[in-house]
């Protein structure tokens, strides 16, 4: 396969350095899911991690090396025709992410995927003369629902709720909200060699995906990290031939906070470009979300405030990559007096 050729990314802020971690041990669970036993590590990954590395998925290979075939011609293309079907909040974005100031070396494409694809404007209207591509989205993300819905059913499996539709049910649904992501990070040349090997510049800074579950697949190009809940930043290998779930902010409101939506960064490499792809799995806009009363005990309180995916939304997009999104959200709890 060609690697992608070194695209000029036009940034006028370069984001800051940042430290290696100085882990090497990968503590990352893993999730066989052709095993119905694998329900309880699914739910301990849930907790502890948020994240986990999902094996044996029944993903034809062929399915993701056209994609990502297509990923790589695509960003090779001169920047004026990728400027083309710039936009926002769907399209082609290089160096910014969001529209509240957040910058990192890397360019994508982002897309709308809902399963009413015939109503969506953006997608036709963006890859209709690309017909290749357009194909390999429509086929790699119907995929990645059928996954992430596999997955949300071990989960209330392993959960113990029943009917093992509750969690799937939101992201099949015909008006589910759901996005996809292809991104590139070239080599970075502007690299500090001094800092700790090296591999130094964010290339999309630390922040939590507001859905329920994103699915990530990368090729063998390093500089993923996931924050542990002591703080600590560690490395997640890559694995081309596996996926990478993320918890997102609305599956720990779900779970009333027991699920961690883990926080997550990319940094750069100096050597080799990075081409990844996400799926994110959300609910119907007007879906209200609140903890799911089959997980609560009677003496539980609710640690957020009901809202639906649209408020959720709106209020996720006017905040910063690394603002804790869910914070407006919380419930106030006092403290019963004795
Ligand atoms: C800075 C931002 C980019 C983002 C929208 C936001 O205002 C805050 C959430 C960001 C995020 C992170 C996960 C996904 O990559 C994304 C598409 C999403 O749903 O939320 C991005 C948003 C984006 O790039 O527009
Ligand atoms: O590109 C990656 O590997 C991860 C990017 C990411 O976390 C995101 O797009 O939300
Ligand atoms: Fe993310």
């Not at 194909?135 to 059928?146: C, G, H, I, P, Q």
């Not at 990075?274 to 009677?298: D, H, K, W």
Request: glycine letters at 6%.
């Amino acid at each position: 396969m060609k690697t992608v050729k070194h695209t000029f990314i036009a940034m006028t802020i370069l984001p800051k350095p940042v430290e290696e971690p100085k882990s090497v041990f990968s503590p990352i669970p893993v999730i066989d899911i052709s095993d119905p036993e694998s329900k309880h590590a699914l739910v301990k990954a849930c907790e502890d991690f948020g994240f986990f590395k999902v094996i044996n998925h029944g993903v034809p290979s062929e399915l993701v090396s056209v994609l990502e075939h297509e990923a790589v011609e695509f960003f090779s293309l001169p920047t004026s025709d990728k400027n083309q079907v710039a936009g926002y909040p769907f399209g082609y974005g290089n160096g910014k992410i969001g529209r509240n100031g957040d910058v990192g070396w890397v360019e994508y494409l982002l897309m709308n995927v809902n399963l009413d694809i015939g109503s969506d404007p953006f997608l036709p209207a963006l890859l209709n003369n690309r017909e290749t591509i357009r194909n390999a989205v429509l086929e790699y993300t119907t995929s990645m629902r059928k996954m992430t819905c596999d997955v949300l059913e071990m989960m209330t499996d392993g959960l113990g709720i029943k009917p093992r539709n509750t969690l799937s049910k939101l992201v099949s649904d015909q008006n589910s909200d759901s996005k996809f992501r292809l991104n590139h990070y070239p080599p970075c040349p502007l690299i500090n060699e001094n800092i700790d090997g090296g591999n130094n510049v964010i290339g999309f800074g630390e922040h939590t995906d507001p859905q329920i579950l994103s699915v990530l697949r990368s090729n063998n190009t390093s500089g993923f990290q996931i924050n542990l809940t002591n703080g600590s930043w560690i490395s997640v290998p890559s694995d081309p031939s596996s996926f990478f779930f993320n918890v997102c902010d609305t599956l720990q409101v779900l779970t009333n906070g027991r699920f961690k939506s883990v926080k997550h960064r990319v940094l750069t490499n100096s050597m080799t470009s990075r081409v990844s792809m996400i799926y994110f799995a959300g609910p119907s806009l007007t879906q209200r979300i609140s903890p799911l009363t089959c997980l609560m005990n009677n003496e539980d309180e609710s640690l957020y405030e009901e809202f639906t995916w649209s408020e959720y939304k709106s209020s996720a997009y006017s905040s910063r990559l690394s603002d804790n999104r869910l914070q407006p959200f919380e419930r106030k709890l006092f403290p019963l007096n004795d």
